[in-house]
């Protein structure tokens, strides 16, 4: 039976690829922010403009921005989630 773990100290930069890694989760999230907001201006204007194929692109716009987020959001948990499930395989 062989029992390996991951191991934070065996290689040198670790620590800032953390850091890195939790930067650009900081970023994805902020870009979201950022889409979800220039999606509801532009659903908002093509719902004024009677412009249906603008406010559907806008709805569109609002989920994957909203779906982005969470993806960012979640993403450490569904790592560990699926190394659980990895390690009872």
Not at 15 to 40: F, K, N, P
């Amino acid at each position: 039976m062989i029992d390996i773990d991951p191991n934070s100290s065996g290689l040198p930069g670790i620590e800032q690829l953390r850091t890195i890694v939790g930067a650009v989760m900081t970023v994805g999230l902020i870009l979201s922010v950022l889409a979800l907001i220039v999606s509801a201006i532009i659903w908002a204007y093509g719902s004024n403009s009677s412009n249906p194929h603008l406010a559907g692109r806008g709805k569109i716009g609002v989920l994957v921005s909203c779906g982005a987020a969470v993806v960012c959001g979640a993403s450490v948990t569904l790592i560990n989630f699926f190394w659980g499930v990895g390690q009872t395989v």
